[in-house]
């Protein structure tokens, strides 16, 4: 018989984020009619994501270096292990934050009208093009911050995995800081090919930023193996590969 966290999961936090989900797109989208630079949508983005969080019984608690000033663009970069990933950073970084999603989830309901509305950066990996730069630029300007996961998915073992130099390259390009984040705990909360939420306490270490002005396209990689360090550096128990050995469905909650 599946534990109790999965009949939660299946007959009342699916159906109340689907709820949450479909009140707050809509709000996003009515005050995007009126605020065309996605400031209000992210402020229904962090309501969302709180409701979330509060739902689902996942605690955070924020410490390390202090985070950007908020006028300061910038582009934080996470380890990413599981879905809860994004409602755990949103609502833990109070700044206007902006994704990279492929464009093919602009067309989701609710959600993806809600990204193509707010200025996220949606983009056709087939033909990414010059619109990838003129997006960041456009969000910079709006005094946004972009937030994205490196790995490119999520982990399946805990590991960090390799950080991608694209968006590297796209920092530098834009001479954008880069500010590494460690979200260490949520895998205990989903994990990737398990439909149950547990209860956890997630901690988020914010890393000092890394200057990119003085870099050139050929530095991207080296940048990428130093954020993936300083993100890996940060999770408990971590052995030299930047493995989390830790299996979540021992650590989560059962009652």
């Known amino acids: 018989m599946p534990p109790f966290h999965w009949w939660k999961t299946v007959f009342f936090l ?15 989208l009515l005050g995007g009619l009126f605020e065309p630079r996605g400031v209000w ?13 509060a739902t689902s019984g996942v605690r955070y608690t924020l410490r390390g270096a202090p985070l950007p000033p908020p006028d300061t663009s910038c582009i934080f970069v996470a380890n990413h292990a599981s879905i809860y990933d994004i409602p755990i950073l949103f609502t833990a970084i109070p700044r206007q934050l902006r994704i990279m999603a492929k464009a093919t989830l602009g067309y989701f309901p609710f959600i993806g009208w809600h990204l193509q509305r707010s200025g996220h950066l949606l983009v056709d990996r087939t033909n990414p093009g010059a619109s990838i730069f003129k997006k960041m630029q ?6 946004a911050s972009l937030i994205v996961f490196p790995e490119g998915s999520r982990t399946s073992d805990g590991r960090v995995m390799k ?4 968006m590297f390259l796209l920092a530098i390009e834009n001479k954008l800081p880069v500010v590494p984040i460690t979200v260490s705990g949520s895998r ?3 994990p990737k090919g398990r439909l149950m939420v547990c209860p ?3 901690v988020v270490t914010v890393h000092e930023p890394i200057a990119t002005a003085e870099m050139t396209r050929e530095d991207a990689r080296s940048l990428a193996a130093k ?3 300083i993100v890996a550096s940060a999770l408990p128990h971590r052995s030299p590969d930047g493995a989390a050995p830790a299996d979540p469905s021992r650590l989560a909650v059962t009652s």
């Open 14 to 28: 699916i159906p109340s984020i689907g709820i949450y989900t479909i009140v707050l797109g809509l709000l996003s």
């Open 41 to 53: 949508a992210h402020r229904c983005a962090q309501w969302w994501s709180r409701a979330i969080l």
């Open 138 to 143: 456009r969000m910079t300007r709006h005094g």
């Open 163 to 166: 950080f991608k130099g694209g």
């Open 188 to 190: 205990v909360v989903m």
């Open 200 to 202: 956890a306490d997630v």
């Open 227 to 229: 954020a993936r360090e």
